[in-house]
């Protein structure tokens, strides 16, 4: 019990910086951009459903989804599985998209004919 208790803390903060903070932030990031790109594709949807004359607007993001978002951001196990297999992948696509272009390459080159 004594060398948990003296060896715990530095571990700890470590622990907590890995499996909370860390998803807790790219969660936050990730939430808040697809939040507001939602909320733009709303507004222009909105406005053409407006100038239409049978128009229809569907919104794609509630308010309900905004807690939801903040709930999952906030809730230490399921932040750390929302940051892996939904924020990132969808983040970082970008990143992923480099990373196949540049390992696509062919190690023996096509003849020239």
């Not at 004359?53 to 196990?77: H, K, M, N, Q, W």
């Amino acid at each position: 019990m004594h060398w948990i208790m003296s060896n715990l803390p530095p571990w700890n903060s470590w622990l907590a910086l890995g499996l909370y903070w860390m998803p807790l932030a790219l969660c936050a990031y990730g939430y808040t951009i697809r939040a507001a790109c939602r909320f733009s594709k709303d507004r222009t949807a909105r406005t053409k459903a407006d100038t239409e004359e049978r128009g229809y607007y569907s919104p794609t993001i509630t308010i309900g989804t905004l807690i939801g978002y903040a709930v999952l951001s906030v809730t230490p196990i399921a932040n750390l599985f929302a940051a892996i297999f939904d924020v990132s992948p969808k983040l970082f696509a970008s990143m992923f998209e480099w990373f196949g272009k540049v390992l696509d390459i062919p190690l023996v080159p096509k003849r020239n004919r």
